[in-house]
T-cell receptor, first 111, second 115 residues
């Protein structure tokens, strides 16, 4: 059973701080990785995708991938109260085109 | 593009009734996924289609659930008969496919309440 593990949180950070969200996965052959944000009562929306080892930056968001350690993370710089949401890590099962989702980490940014 | 469209947005029904959820994927996307989300179980994949053909329905909880995709722009998820434990948010998502598992774009979801 392929798994994606996330700390459920809540992760509480003050406004302006860096929020660090982590995810580990069990499928060694996965090649595609995604971070989704889900506000309460809304659907998941894509924040970032990453396919290669290293860092990928997009505005205040940085995704980090380490395939050897089977670890992917999301950093949110200058956190804002509007970033308060649940963040879902998803790992591609490339043989089937499915995404395996973690249970999500709830982030709370305190004003 | 309008994104993935789902209807209805909310459905309240009584136990034993038939429920039909509808989805229109993003035009040109080859893959369509049906998910169910609850607080207890998180986001669960129920079934997915490639080019209108069901590929994996191993997540469908039991025979009361069925899904169809008669053409590239429409899919239904049917529950008959419905039970209170089916209460959840049901999402439809689509993706373009390709060499790797691709980004999935989610619809707004249908919140189902079975009384």
């Amino acid at each position: 059973q392929k798994e994606v593990e996330q700390n459920s949180g809540p992760l509480s950070v003050p406004e302006g701080a860096i929020a660090s969200l982590n995810c580990t996965y069990s499928d060694r052959v996965s090649q595609s990785f995604f971070w989704y944000r889900q506000y309460s009562g809304k659907s998941p929306e894509l924040i970032m995708s990453i396919y290669s080892n290293g860092d990928k930056e997009d505005g205040r968001f940085t995704a980090q991938l380490n395939k050897a350690s089977q670890y992917v993370s999301l950093l949110i710089r200058d956190s804002q109260p509007s970033d308060s949401a649940t963040y879902l890590c998803a790992v591609g099962e490339d043989s089937s085109y499915k995404l395996i989702f973690g249970s999500g980490t709830r982030l709370l940014v305190r004003p | 593009d309008a994104g993935v469209i789902q209807s209805p947005r909310h459905e309240v029904t009584e136990m034993g009734q038939e429920v039909t959820l509808r989805c229109k994927p993003i035009s040109g996307h080859d893959y369509l996924f049906w998910y169910r989300q609850t607080m207890m179980r998180g986001l669960e994949l129920l079934i997915y289609f490639n080019n209108n053909v069901p590929i994996d329905d191993s997540g469908m909880p039991e025979d009361r659930f069925s899904a169809k995709m008669p053409n590239a722009s429409f899919s239904t998820l049917k529950i008959q008969p419905s039970e209170p434990r089916d209460s959840a948010v049901y999402f439809c998502a689509s993706s373009g496919g390709g060499g790797l598992a691709d980004t999935q774009y989610f619809g707004p979801g249908t919140r189902l309440t079975v009384l």
